[in-house]
């Protein structure tokens, strides 16, 4: 936390996994500083010697907070659930609970951990476009059958939730590698009817702090 | 659900992610039925129709429990732990809580997601073994470091957590693999101290119903 008590996001404009912390602390009402890394400049700020004594996954996001640091957004966001409940990002039923946090897993280990940089890096570069496009098409094909027993207005029923907060960064990431996402009305629609939501807003990649001016909206 | 009432599990003997949730359902006491689904076999058992149409991403595990199939390993413990709260695995401190989930998403969306069959196959097959590695020794040598301030006799204090039912049958990958552990002394010595335990021998991989049998032990 700073000197004033507020909570420290380290955080990159552009990664997905930050996004989805954002819109949490932005739906709780949290007031945050914001530190940039930024993962392409001077070979990737993440591989500090300070930022990996913070975390040693050399990876944004990672929150300050209560006197602690997490890492890993989902476990951010579970914190910030119980700690600061209102409004709630897990709904209160336990079968609701785990379709959120099933949607959320799929996106947060099944396809985005298979198109992030590091990844790419190692993958001939003639190859990478369509390793990330695989990645996406294969998560999304599961993604969209699934939401449609799940989804009302947002992902799981009528509530924003934690589901939600990963799948509007998993659809821009998708946009920025190009992948076709008229197979996936549902996903579409709910991801369409997300962002013209405040938090959804503030906190969108072309709106950081650290975003390039040539990218800025 | 079998007709009896109870929960089937969706699981490969070999399978780290299957590992995690028999784990779960052993320390909880939950009986459960088995019904193998072999990855290998007949081009891969997961890709069939009715497989398909129980869990979209085509991967185990998948549990059939109170009406519902929950995928995605971790989403299955967390939706047994608020359903079946004793034993806990997950600490009562949110703090504490949100190490524990750090440990298991490192685990299962930093690690495991990347040295998947799924995934390899995608790979030339000589880099596929280093490949693995890589993935492998990128996150230990994260793990290491923040195991050696979460850790008492297992991953977080001294009581069995989600993060040992990660940890247990990632460094089992990581044996498969032939990465060498030697650099990880927190790591080797919470698995040693785990693997005693009868919950993780019962459902260690030498021991399921689909162990092939010159695999058993």
Redesign the interface.
């Known amino acids: 936390m700073t000197e004033s008590g507020k909570p420290i996001l380290y955080s990159y404009f552009r990664s997905s996994c930050s996004w989805r912390v954002r819109i949490a602390l932005a739906l709780k009402g949290i007031d945050y500083e914001t530190v940039p890394i930024n993962l392409i400049k001077d070979e990737g700020q993440q591989f500090s010697k300070d930022f990996q004594a913070l ?5 944004v996001p990672a929150l300050k907070i ?1 006197g ?1 640091t ?3 957004s ?3 966001i ?2 910030l659930e ?2 600061r409940p209102t409004p709630r990002l897990l709904p209160q039923d ?2 609701k ?2 379709s959120v ?2 949607i ?3 996106i ?3 396809i ?3 198109q992030n940089l590091s ?1 790419l890096k ?1 993958v001939e570069e003639k190859f990478q476009l369509t ?1 990330a496009q ?1 990645a996406i098409i294969s ?1 999304f ?3 969209e ?2 939401l449609q027993s799940t989804a009302g207005t947002y992902c799981v029923g009528d509530e924003v939730t934690m589901a939600d907060l990963c799948l509007v960064p998993q659809v821009a990431n998708a946009e920025r590698f190009k992948v076709d996402c008229t197979p996936y009305p549902t996903i579409s629609s709910i991801n369409k009817r997300l962002l013209v939501l405040e938090a959804f807003q503030v906190t969108h990649p072309c709106r950081q702090p650290d975003t390039p001016t040539e990218l800025r909206a």
């Open positions: 975390n040693p996954m050399k990876q209560d602690i997490i890492h890993q989902l476990a951010i579970e914190y119980e700690t336990p079968k609970r785990a946090r099933m959320s897993d799929l947060a280990g099944g985005q951990p298979l990844v190692q390793w695989n998560g094909n599961a993604l059958q699934i």
